[in-house]
């Protein structure tokens, strides 16, 4: 029986011991991804990045005649009003306008441009744009109408795409990044979880542990 006993109070002692160690270890990894979870990202990610018409310009070819591929051939026409309906209730710059006044072909190409865009994000893509047309047609000015009009065009294009591709990858970088958050926030929940069961097992292995020491005085 003291064979027995003594084997049982070193296994006891081991659990107990392997449970501090546990525990230490779940308290560090705690430390950590609360440290990680209150320490805010190194770069923030604008869920609108900027694209200035210079870098736009700069992206397309710049001599007559030679935006044909990035143009979007059109039927010119004299429509006095702006049908844009995914640009309602925000501004849209004159620059801007006169194009979608003077191309009806532009209007469904900007509705279909702004289905891609968040709504707090469209007056900044409206703004931009029509720094792009200003840019791209002051720079065409001495040129002929037609190719003027196609380079605005391919500077339009040019702008849009680009543009939308930086607000998709935005957006999923931000998706990542709360990801992780909940993440992390999942994994300190898990770990808390950890730590409450070991801290038990701990006082069942202490009271265990007196209670044998104290029957054992007895005994004695």
Known sequence: MKIADKLEKRLLGMAHLLCLIALVGAMLAMIVLTFALA?????????????????????????????DALSNDSANGGSPTVNVPGAAGFLIPGPLRTVLNQDNASQPLLEAWLTSVPLADRQQFLDELSEVVARATQRAAS??????????AAAMNQYARVKIERIGAAQSTIRAARGRSEQLGSSLGTLLALAGFLVLL???TAIERNTR???????A
């Open 143 to 152: 040129w002929e109408w037609d190719n003027r009009e196609r380079y605005v």
């Open 202 to 204: 701990l006082l069942l």
């Open 39 to 67: 320490v805010p990202e190194k770069t923030a990610v604008s869920a609108d990045p900027p694209l200035s018409a210079s870098d736009v310009l700069a992206s397309i070819p710049g001599s007559e005649a030679a935006n």
């Open 213 to 219: 020491h104290r029957a054992g005085d007895q005994a």
